[in-house]
């Protein structure tokens, strides 16, 4: 074992305790409260709740930028500007409405809208998936663990998916507040660290400074390097992503007011700008200084533990360690939220607050088993990690979602068919890509083939269901036609430039946006014809009234 990896033991393993004692003492010392576990009795400032997508975002894009940068320059500071489009479009567009809805969860709006049994499917692919994020960015701080102390990637990350279970299953969301909080301090440790490894070697003047060395491998400097399509992806992919953040939503939902929420999401936005880009200088400085190697998160950890002495490297390698937890640990807990309180109320909605908290217990246990056997089962490359999560989750929830939000007509039976349709063809693309992280099926990327499906089946299950009519003449109909007309004119476009977007790999993305607008056509055009209240819905687990579970009980 290195110096720096002795260093990087002692350093990880005090704040690993301060996490779980700290954010134990302090959730003891504040009252409980109205949905305190899952929500910290909404008692959140705005600066938590920035510590906490700060952390959540900021930390996981960092670990993406810099292994993105190594591979392609800085051209991936718009993987970073994608993320805090999401942020602000959360803030802007959804903190409010879904407060005035007590809503916590995306599986709790899909089971309030469209039952339990959607709520049950819903929860357990959005549950599974979570644990698929949490590996992605865990390992990063696993790969640094490999360089400096030799010991396995899968253990690594089996040592963080338990270290999440401790402080978790404490104090719930106070705990995430907490450690967030002590996690964004301590990513600020690792940014100061890292500018220090970026004046001390290559530096950025002289003969062998980066700016030379840039000059040299001019690629690196180009903001398209990453290669439009994949710019495209991450763009749509996050804006799309809007309405699904679900650890997101439970972190702003937790503030005291919406205002306090919307407030805490803009300094997010703020924060995590000098963090993104010192990860693409971090990362094309390695890849200058450091060239050549296969996997980008081990030939970082060895640049910087190069250039500091050993006990800095220790602080940075401990401030991925914080990045790593900073996402995972959010996304554990939001995760067991849908497998435990959503999950455990579809299949008993007498349950209690206390039953459903034990619930949600038992399923961090459960994700702490499914994650190591994740990493076990493939932890060389975060992207790939990141595409099942996205392609799985997504193309399960996107319709029933915006179904729940804007379209009364659309019924049960289509929730289900359209969350089994996106989860099947967004699979079943992946598995004919060969289950490739960057290299997919004709050029179109998993996620898009798992939404259109999605969509599609919502639409054709409604409207062969629910006895709609045409809505009477008016301004709904009117953006109703033009959203039809620009269908037309996305699948004539596509048509006609089909070589073009083959090449760029956007045929994808031009067939969800395509999906996209003849579902919102649908929805301005159509309306209850009075025959049915949502024909071929049928029985659903049970036909009996059943509570919200929007908001916890007391």
Same mark, same amino acid.
């Given at each position: 074992?290195?110096?720096?990896?002795?260093?990087?033991?002692?350093?990880?393993?005090? +704040?690993?305790?301060?996490?779980?004692?700290?954010?134990?003492?302090?959730?003891?010392?504040? &009252?409980?409260?109205?949905?305190?576990?899952?929500?910290?009795?909404?008692?959140?400032?705005?600066?938590?709740?920035?510590?906490?997508?700060?952390?959540?975002?900021?930390?996981?894009? +960092?670990?993406?930028?810099?292994?993105?940068?190594?591979?392609?320059?800085?051209?991936?500071?718009? +993987?970073?500007?994608?993320?805090?489009?999401?942020?602000?479009?959360?803030?802007?567009?959804?903190?409010?409405?879904?407060? &005035?809805?007590?809503?916590?969860?995306?599986?709790?709006?899909?089971?309030?809208?469209?039952?339990?049994?959607?709520?049950?499917?819903?929860?357990?692919?959005?549950?599974?998936?979570?644990?698929?994020?949490?590996?992605?960015?865990?390992?990063?701080?696993?790969?640094?663990?490999?360089?400096?102390?030799?010991?396995?990637?899968?253990?690594?990350?089996?040592?963080?998916?338990?270290?999440?279970?401790?402080?978790?299953?404490?104090?719930?969301?106070?705990?995430?507040?907490?450690?967030?909080?002590?996690?964004?301090?301590?990513?600020?440790?690792?940014?100061?660290?890292?500018?220090?490894?970026?004046?001390?070697?290559? #530096?950025?003047?002289?003969?062998?400074?980066?700016?030379?060395?840039?000059?040299?491998?001019?690629?690196?400097?180009?903001?398209?390097?990453?290669?439009?399509?994949?710019?495209?992806?991450?763009?749509?992919?996050?804006?799309?992503?809007?309405?699904?953040?679900?650890?997101?939503?439970?972190?702003?939902?937790?503030?005291?007011?919406?205002?306090?929420?919307?407030?805490?999401?803009?300094?997010?936005?703020?924060?995590?700008?000098?963090?993104?880009?010192?990860?693409?200088?971090?990362?094309?400085?390695?890849?200058?200084?450091?060239?050549? &190697?296969?996997?980008?998160?081990?030939?970082?950890?060895?640049?910087?533990?190069?250039?500091?002495?050993?006990?800095?490297?220790?602080?940075?390698?401990? #401030?991925?360690?914080?990045?790593?937890?900073?996402?995972? #640990?959010?996304?554990?807990?939001?995760?067991?939220?849908?497998?435990?309180?959503?999950?455990?109320?579809?299949?008993?909605?007498?349950?209690?607050?206390?039953?459903?908290?034990?619930?949600?217990?038992?399923?961090?246990?459960?994700?702490?088993?499914?994650?190591?056997?994740?990493?076990?089962?493939?932890?060389?490359?975060?992207?790939?990690?990141?595409?099942?999560?996205?392609?799985?989750?997504?193309?399960?929830?996107?319709?029933?979602?915006?179904?729940?939000?804007?379209?009364?007509?659309?019924?049960?039976?289509?929730?289900?068919?359209?969350?089994?349709?996106?989860?099947?063809?967004?699979?079943?693309?992946?598995?004919?890509?060969?289950?490739?992280?960057?290299?997919?099926?004709?050029?179109?990327?998993?996620?898009?083939?798992?939404?259109?499906?999605?969509?599609?089946?919502?639409?054709?299950?409604?409207?062969?269901?629910?006895?709609?009519?045409?809505?009477?003449?008016?301004?709904?109909?009117?953006?109703?036609?033009?959203?039809?007309?620009?269908?037309?004119?996305?699948?004539?476009?596509?048509?006609?430039?089909?070589?073009?977007?083959?090449?760029?790999?956007?045929?994808?993305?031009?067939?969800?946006?395509?999906?996209?607008?003849?579902?919102?056509?649908?929805?301005?055009?159509?309306?209850?014809?009075?025959?049915?209240?949502?024909?071929?819905?049928?029985?659903?687990?049970?036909?009996?009234?059943?509570?919200?579970?929007?908001?916890?009980?007391?």
């Amino acid at each position: 074992m290195t110096a720096a990896g002795v260093w990087t033991i002692i350093l990880a393993l005090a +704040y690993t305790a301060w996490l779980v004692v700290g954010g134990r003492i302090m959730v003891r010392r504040q &009252e409980t409260g109205k949905g305190g576990f899952f929500v910290g009795g909404r008692s959140f400032g705005p600066w938590t709740v920035a510590f906490c997508i700060t952390g959540l975002f900021s930390g996981s894009s +960092y670990i993406a930028i810099v292994e993105l940068s190594y591979r392609t320059g800085i051209s991936a500071v718009w +993987y970073g500007v994608a993320e805090t489009v999401q942020i602000l479009l959360i803030a802007l567009l959804l903190v409010k409405p879904l407060r &005035e809805k007590l809503v916590v969860t995306v599986t709790g709006i899909i089971g309030d809208r469209f039952g339990r049994a959607a709520k049950a499917i819903g929860s357990v692919i959005t549950g599974l998936t979570f644990p698929m994020y949490s590996v992605a960015t865990t390992i990063a701080f696993a790969s640094a663990l490999h360089v400096v102390t030799d010991l396995s990637l899968p253990l690594s990350v089996a040592a963080t998916a338990v270290v999440l279970l401790a402080f978790l299953s404490g104090g719930g969301m106070r705990s995430v507040g907490f450690s967030q909080t002590m996690n964004v301090i301590m990513i600020g440790l690792m940014f100061l660290v890292g500018v220090w490894v970026l004046l001390a070697d290559p #530096g950025f003047g002289g003969a062998d400074g980066l700016v030379a060395r840039a000059a040299a491998a001019p690629e690196m400097l180009v903001l398209s390097n990453a290669g439009v399509s994949l710019i495209v992806a991450w763009f749509g992919t996050f804006i799309i992503n809007v309405p699904l953040a679900q650890a997101a939503f439970q972190m702003s939902m937790s503030a005291r007011t919406p205002e306090d929420g919307q407030r805490g999401l803009y300094r997010a936005a703020v924060l995590g700008i000098p963090l993104i880009l010192l990860g693409v200088v971090i990362g094309v400085a390695a890849a200058l200084v450091q060239p050549g &190697e296969a996997l980008p998160l081990v030939a970082i950890p060895e640049y910087i533990a190069g250039v500091v002495p050993p006990w800095a490297a220790g602080v940075f390698f401990v #401030g991925l360690w914080a990045c790593a937890l900073g996402w995972a #640990g959010p996304c554990q807990f939001s995760g067991a939220t849908s497998l435990g309180r959503d999950l455990g109320s579809a299949l008993n909605p007498a349950a209690t607050e206390r039953q459903l908290v034990r619930y949600t217990r038992v399923a961090l246990v459960g994700l702490t088993v499914v994650m190591v056997v994740f990493a076990l089962l493939r932890t060389e490359e975060s992207a790939w990690w990141n595409v099942m999560a996205w392609t799985l989750r997504n193309g399960a929830t996107l319709a029933p979602v915006l179904a729940a939000f804007f379209w009364p007509l659309a019924t049960r039976s289509a929730a289900l068919t359209a969350m089994l349709a996106g989860f099947g063809a967004g699979m079943g693309w992946y598995a004919a890509s060969g289950f490739h992280a960057t290299d997919f099926f004709l050029g179109m990327h998993p996620v898009w083939v798992g939404m259109t499906a999605n969509l599609l089946g919502m639409v054709l299950v409604t409207l062969a269901q629910s006895g709609w009519q045409l809505v009477a003449p008016g301004r709904a109909r009117q953006r109703g036609v033009t959203a039809v007309v620009v269908a037309v004119l996305l699948v004539m476009a596509g048509a006609a430039l089909w070589p073009w977007l083959v090449q760029f790999g956007l045929v994808g993305l031009v067939m969800l946006a395509a999906m996209i607008t003849v579902f919102v056509a649908v929805v301005l055009l159509t309306e209850g014809g009075g025959a049915s209240r949502a024909a071929g819905g049928g029985p659903d687990l049970a036909d009996e009234a059943v509570p919200s579970r929007s908001e916890p009980a007391t």
